[in-house]
């Protein structure tokens, strides 16, 4: 398989996931600013959506979105739990955690990084994603991840959009139950192997 990324985007959650999985994988950067590989490629020719993460698989098939892909990752490893069975309530409660880290938190962010937003939307953006992480820390409460004891795909997915506050003025420290949990999170060598892959931490 291969993994096109951008430094730190949310394709990094897919980054993490493959860590966790242990499955055969190259990463291949391809910054979202520049739109160019390595070598010069263009990668609009590989992904004309342009954005990250694009996974290909061996046989040349593509998924596009992270939601999906982080599930196809943890479905090809079932026996590591990084996504409970099909068919279950606890599936349906991960994707419930999928949809809203990419609806309400992920998108939630998108204003506070266009530099021609108006500073009114991205007050307003701002007091919105702070409501929804106030919410999560409540959720977290009694926790050790998002899904009980067990990390998930979903936790990748969180603690990578969360880690993006520290870059738009959106302090977490003053919610414990979040707090606590990223640093669980950040505890898991396979987390701490993707940001050094990206170039994030040394």
Known sequence: MKLYYSSGACSLSTHIALKESGLDFEAIAA???????ADGTDYYTINPLGYVPLLVLDDGRQLHEVVVILQYVADQVPQLALAPAHGTFERYKLQEWLNFIAT???????????????????????????????????????????????????????????????????????????????????????????????????
């Open 31 to 37: 910054p979202t600013k520049t739109h160019k590989l």
């Open 104 to 202: 309400e938190l992920h998108k939630g962010f998108s204003p506070l990084f266009a530099p021609d937003m108006p500073d009114e939307a991205k007050a307003l953006a701002k007091a919105r994603l702070i409501g929804r992480l106030q919410w999560t820390d409540r959720e977290l409460a009694g926790h050790q991840f998002l899904m009980g004891d067990t990390f998930t795909v979903a936790d990748a997915y969180l603690f990578v959009v969360q880690s993006w506050g520290k870059y738009v003025g959106i302090e977490t420290s003053g919610l414990p139950n979040l707090s606590a949990w990223a640093a669980r999170v950040w505890a898991r060598p396979a987390v701490q192997a993707a940001f050094r892959a990206e170039g994030l931490v040394k």
